[in-house]
T-cell receptor
Framework: DTGVSQDPRHKITKRGQNVTFRCDPI?????LYWYRQTLGQGPEFLTY????????KSRLLSDRFSAERPKGSFSTLEIQRTEQGDSAMYLC???????????FGPGTRLTVL | GEDVEQSLFLSVREGDSSVINCTYT??????LYWYKQEPGAGLQLLTY?????DMKQDQRLTVLLNKKDKHLSLRIADTQTGDSAIYFC?????????????FGQGTTLQVKP
């Protein structure tokens, strides 16, 4: 078990560009969560999947954000037309239903110039 | 709405006990959590407590839960310099979905030699 992995670990982009992040959950976990953490704050829930179905989206997830989990395994989070306010750490977690532990990945740090 | 609050900073001497406090608002939370985050790193789950428990001890860590006052605390015994980090309190949102969490803003623990 290698834990939750995320790629890339760091991304620097210019304002207006599109970026895509990937999360690979723990293999048997059918739930996958995305969070965003800005500097000096705790993580904020963005969205979660059960298998390939996106079951909930936070109001923080604007129309420029889209997440997918096409085969119920890895997930991607895309941000279109990035803004400086999108600069943050994007964290992914996975779990089995109704278990207390949802391990987090190391995160992708996005810097928008 | 749902909210989790923590004090922002705590400084202790090596060998002393540290107590980090947290208040939360969602009385239907199934689990409450403590996470540790070192600079530039992801979130490490330290411990969690089921909402019908009052106390949980795990080696140097003791979690106390006062459900009536919606107050959670983390005590670290014999605090070491390696415990210096940001500690986040989190509650699961509602019952059942334990991966969907609300985090506090984090308490920075500084351990002086």
């Amino acid at each position: 078990d290698t834990g939750v992995s995320q790629d890339p670990r760091h991304k620097i982009t210019k304002r207006g560009q599109n970026v895509t992040f990937r999360c690979d959950p723990i293999s048997e976990h059918n739930r996958l969560y995305w969070y965003r953490q800005t500097l000096g704050q705790g993580p904020e829930f963005l969205t979660y999947f059960q298998n390939e179905a996106q079951l909930e989206k936070s109001r923080l997830l604007s129309d420029r954000f889209s997440a997918e989990r096409p085969k119920g395994s890895f997930s991607t989070l895309e941000i279109q037309r990035t803004e400086q306010g999108d600069s943050a750490m994007y964290l992914c977690a996975s779990s089995l239903p109704d278990t207390p532990k949802a391990p987090f990945g190391p995160g992708t740090r996005l810097t928008v110039l | 709405g749902e909210d989790v609050e923590q004090s922002l900073f705590l400084s202790v001497r090596e060998g002393d006990s540290s107590v980090i406090n947290c208040t939360y608002t969602d009385s239907s939370s199934t689990y409450l959590y403590w996470y540790k985050q070192e600079p530039g790193a992801g979130l490490q789950l330290l411990t969690y407590i089921f909402s019908n428990m009052d106390m949980k001890q795990d080696q140097r860590l003791t979690v106390l839960l006062n459900k009536k006052d919606k107050h959670l605390s983390l005590r670290i015994a014999d605090t070491q310099t390696g415990d210096s980090a940001i500690y986040f309190c989190a509650e699961s949102m509602g019952s059942g979905n334990t991966g969907k969490l609300i985090f506090g803003q984090g308490t920075t623990l500084q351990v002086k030699p």
